[in-house]
């Protein structure tokens, strides 16, 4: 009561202010998260011009150390492979199969949970079976069944990443709309004349994209891990260079020459960990509770 | 200052809308809640039927079954001839414009990410209305009928206050030019004087506009200002309808009268009045008593009222009550 | 009328946010006496609830509640806190909410959380604990409280379990009852159940009741004395019946001719009379009367300075500076219907 009241007082311009962007620049591991997932991109976009070539090429002496060679900071790996050219041109494997995959899981997850949602009845009940009947499945080794069937390609991996990872997303979309769907938004909307379409995606949707948006900022991280562990298990695309690939691939000299497994692992774990803080950050933005203060 | 309230219609002018013994019913793990239960009304065009009754009596969810929000099982819901229930929800689309509804809580049926603009255009553009500078001009028309400034178009909800907001909410119900709006508590989140002024703003633009209001509200007094015929809600059926001056002149349904004792009313010449109080609980809607379902409270109350439904009776002109004694 | 059960003097609740304090409730004084009823009345916002809140000392950060003094049966109070002031809530002040769901434990029966409240403040033992809240469920007119009293809360209706809320509040025999919109929440019949109900009690056991509602309905039928608050400050304070007959601030006014019903002279809709405007936002309280802006009888010395409590009849005082020209006016208008 006594909060509410003290909200309702606030100057309507003070609470324009206070939206989401604003909310989500003042949390401290949103902007961190920002700031390594920018350093990522960076990465990826700039690996043409810092590291022109194939990054699977042989260009140097095997096994050399980082900072033995000037022209390789990061050295070079068992076949004399730039570890700096591969971890680069990985970034932009990664955040490629990640955003695409996630692309992908939000097309299918939003489309059934907002459907499943919104009719419910028989709709509702077929489309949550067929969740739950790929929610059974370990989403890692569906993936990696998927791949193993089709031949790896950066084509079949984004595919069964994305085949795999809605379920979750189908469940929170579905979940939003239930709410929203029996409020008094939906029968205002319905007593208008609105068709369904028109109230799912003017008006649901719209409503529903904070917490989509914080979720598939982490299904991007789990997208690059899944990705990274399919490479690192073989199932990579052999003709690209990938962060897990090269942490496979370095596995065997892990003893002698720990820095050719461990320097990509370095990079999966700063992309994810990146995610993961910006997902964090702006779940906390987006909270309802937040917004009260 | 003063003005007319009769309904400008002759008792032989056909009603706008009738409905004929409609029936909703809700199936849940509990039971079966018989929300609607056989309910009938008619109300002309340009008056106001008040629709009163306890949480739980079902008014909202008849007001809802009117405007097709809410499946009926069984009955009709006419409106100038058409049988609404009867259509398909695309075929229901053209009759909505003579429908509309305006929510107790506008911001929870406005759209939070529209601007009012937005929102109040919305039903111009669903039913293709105008182009866009006419539908512009629309919209500061309506928004100046409510009593709202031009550049509120731009904002949105959340900026306004509570009765600005249902403002925003009658604006749109008006978009269309309905012949009927339901007001589903309409004042009821609001303070006193800021309830003043939007049941100013309702009855004006009703003077104005000639629209027929089916006013629903537990509030008795906000009921008795606006109405022009009254119908009482009890656990799913209208125990009594009448006129305005009827209804509160002579109250023929014992529950009627009940309600009317149970208010607490500023009479600064009756003080520490003490009232005839109800007795009990209301029954729970799963499981209403049999027979007349106020039996059970109902000082009046006889061993056949727990036996037999009593039917509406006309008990004077214009004056029907469900009561064995009325 | 001997000494008051509970006598505040200058409470206020200050919320501390970025760029200064905004004042909620604003230096306000009352008395309560034993087997009275004091109706705190106003509009949504005006800072009734949090000054219920406050004698509880229930306001949470940043919140901050100061003031004078808050005495309770002359002991002072104000600040307690911890263990004294855990001991004094339920024991000597004890509060019935709006929404009795919210305030009741769902996975405890209503005999357990009565007996809690019981023996949170008294030493007896189990059995003697749970007759008491047997009889206590007799006293709010629970039928059949031996049974009853193995319910949980979403056995009972709202009514019952508003029944329940009052029967933990007088598990202890406080002194004082604070009811936030104890029936706000309810269905009218039920409503009228629960108000006389607590009529009876303070009839019976002398307990004193601040009654916070924004209905002046009930206002009129369950209080002795009515103090009106605006935007956190008191307006208007008087006997029940000299506020109804004879308001004398023109928010109070404004208050009871924006009620609908009765509205109709000859079968014709008289206009409601609106107060215009809205309430002004804490952050932006004017220095002068907080009513200034949507007052018709306003001057600009309303404008300079808070207007004083002016002492009216016995025991009223009005915070206002123009009660004779509202007076007038009142007259003039009385006249012109009279034609």
Redesign the interface.
Known sequence: MALVDIVAHIPPARIAQDNAFFRTARQPSAVVGVLLLGFVVAMALLANQIFPGDPLDFVGQPFQRPGEDPSFPLGTDMLGRDLASGIFHGARISLLIGAVATAMSLVIGVGVGAFAGYYGGKIDASLMRLTEFFQTIPPFLFALTIVAILQPSIATIVGAIGVTAWPSLARLVRAEFLKLRHGDMVQAEIALGASDMRIIFRHLLPNTLAPIIVSASVMVATAILTESSLAFLGLGDPNVVSWGGMVGAGREVLRSDWYIATLPGVAIVVAVLALNLLGDGLNDAVDPKQERR | MHQNTQPLVATHIEPLLTVNDLVVRFDSSRGTVHAVDGVSLSIKPGETLGLVGESGCGKSTLGRAIARLVEPQSGSVRLGGVDLTRLTRSGMRPYRRDIQVVFQDPLASLDPRCTVGMLIGEPLRIHGIGDRRQRRDRIADLLSKVGLSADSADRYPHQFSGGQRQRIGIARALALDPRLIILDEPVSALDVSVQAQILNLLVDLQSKLGVAYLFISHDLSVVEYVSDRVAVMYLGRIVETSTREKLWSSPAHPYTRALFDSIPRIDTGDLGRRRHMVQGDLPSAYNPPEGCHFHTRCPRAEEFCAVESPILRTVADSHVAACHFA | MGEPVLSVDGLSVR?DRKGGA?T?VDGLSFDISAGETLAIVG???C?K??TA?ALLGL?AAP?RIEGRSVKLQGRDILGLEGEALRRLRGNRIAMIFQEPMTALNPVLTIGEQIIEAITAHEDISHQKARDRAVSLLDRVRIADPRRRVNDYPHHL?G??RQRVMIAIALACNPALLVADEPTTAL???????I??LLDQIKRESGTAILLIT?????????SDRVLVMYAGRKVEERT??DL??SPLHPYTR???A????????N??????????G?VP????MPHGCGFAARCSFVVDACRIARPPLIPVGADGAVACLRIEEARASEHAAARCDAY
Not at chain 3, 187 to 193: C, E, F, K, L
Not at chain 3, 268 to 273: E, F, G
Not at chain 3, 281 to 284: G, Q, V
């Open positions: 919320f905004l909620a509009e949504s916002g800072g609830s949090l809140l306001v919140g209706s009514g019952m269905d009218v019949t039920i409503q009228s159940q108000l006389e924004h209905d002046l309905g009930v206002v009129s039928e369950y029940t019946r109804l007959k404004g208050l009871i924006a009620r609908p019903g009765r509205h109709h002279v079968g014709l809709r008289t206009r409601l009379s609106e107060i215009p809205m936002s804490l952050a932006e």
